[in-house]
Nanobody, 128 residues
Framework: QVQLVESGGGSVQAGGSLRLSCAVS?????LGWFRQAPGKEREVIGG????????????SFDDSVEGRFTISLDNARNTMSLEMNNLKPEDTAMYYC????????????????????WGQGTQVTVSS
């Protein structure tokens, strides 16, 4: 089973940026990010296909609309990143990276994919 470890969380002011990293123990076809705030349901952000780097975002995070979130992958280092810009207080949550089975486009379906593994999470706090 793949192991995932997130890092890079922290506290920032609104309008700031953070880059989260996810160390992945082995090559994994589909990787994604989701977040969860206290008392709220899990919110899937998006995913990436390791084969060609194609990314997929749920409607709330579609980079063609807002461009605030970017997912990238360094296959040589087995590291996935989530770049977050223009952060807002409502982005405050625990952020998780996760693995799931193909097709990688399943990350955008209602309810998200069935994640098979995920890390311990990294906390992001945005103050106004």
């Amino acid at each position: 089973q793949v192991q995932l470890v997130e890092s890079g969380g922290g506290s920032v002011q609104a309008g700031g940026s953070l880059r989260l990293s996810c160390a992945v123990s082995k090559y994994t076809t589909c990787l994604g990010w989701f977040r969860q705030a206290p008392g709220k349901e899990r919110e899937v952000i998006g995913g990436i296909y390791s084969g060609n780097g194609n990314t997929y975002f749920t409607d709330s995070f579609d980079d063609s609309v807002e461009g605030r979130f970017t997912i990238s992958l360094d296959n040589a280092r087995n590291t996935m990143s989530l770049e977050m810009n223009n952060l807002k207080p409502e982005d405050t949550a625990m952020y998780y990276c996760a693995a799931y089975q193909p097709p990688c486009t399943d990350v955008v379906r209602p309810g998200g994919p069935e994640f098979s593994s995920w890390g311990q999470g990294t906390q992001v706090t945005v103050s106004s």
